[in-house]
């Protein structure tokens, strides 16, 4: 028996992320994943940096869990302030309002390989030991008083 393509909604999906791999919806294996957490934020903070700049948000994730005063675990640093509402987040998409789930599978491959080897401890850290870092775009009031530690692609970093 022949079937339309009509009738198979799911084959229309798979065939379209076929032509258009940019298009796939990549879901994280778990919310709760240290990798998967980490691997978000730099997808979501750096994907269009260079690799040096994805491995710097890694490391910003990283320093912030050995730090007293943040989270000592790395999905409690990366939705730290998701708790307070809007605006409130330590990291902006994650409280954004949008949808989290990478579309780009190279970029989010990419930043699931930097999370992992940032957190097996294979990577140096480009940051000095920053904790804080914000767009070349913005100029929060905070970073007066912070001192500046690196700028790498658009993002500076304080400790």
């Known amino acids: 028996m022949r079937r339309s393509v009509a009738c198979l909604p799911g084959l229309v999906i798979s065939l379209f992320t076929l032509l258009d791999p940019a298009a796939a919806m990549v879901p994280p294996e778990s919310e709760s994943s240290p990798v998967d957490c980490l691997a978000l934020a730099i997808y979501w903070e750096a994907r269009s940096e260079p690799a040096e700049g994805q491995l710097a948000i890694a490391h910003i994730a990283i320093n912030r869990v050995a730090h007293p005063g943040f989270p000592n675990d ?86």
Do not use: M, N
């Open 74 to 159: 790395i999905c409690e640093v990366v939705k730290q302030g998701g708790e307070a509402g809007r605006g409130r987040c330590q990291f902006s998409w994650w409280c954004d309002g949008r949808d989290d789930t990478p579309r780009d599978l190279d970029a989010w491959r990419r930043a699931k390989a930097q999370a992992a080897a940032a957190l097996r401890g294979e990577t140096e850290d480009p940051t000095g030991g920053a904790i804080y870092f914000h767009h070349e775009g913005v100029r929060p009031s905070w970073a007066e008083v912070k001192e500046r530690t690196a700028r790498i692609g658009r993002h500076i970093f304080y400790r």
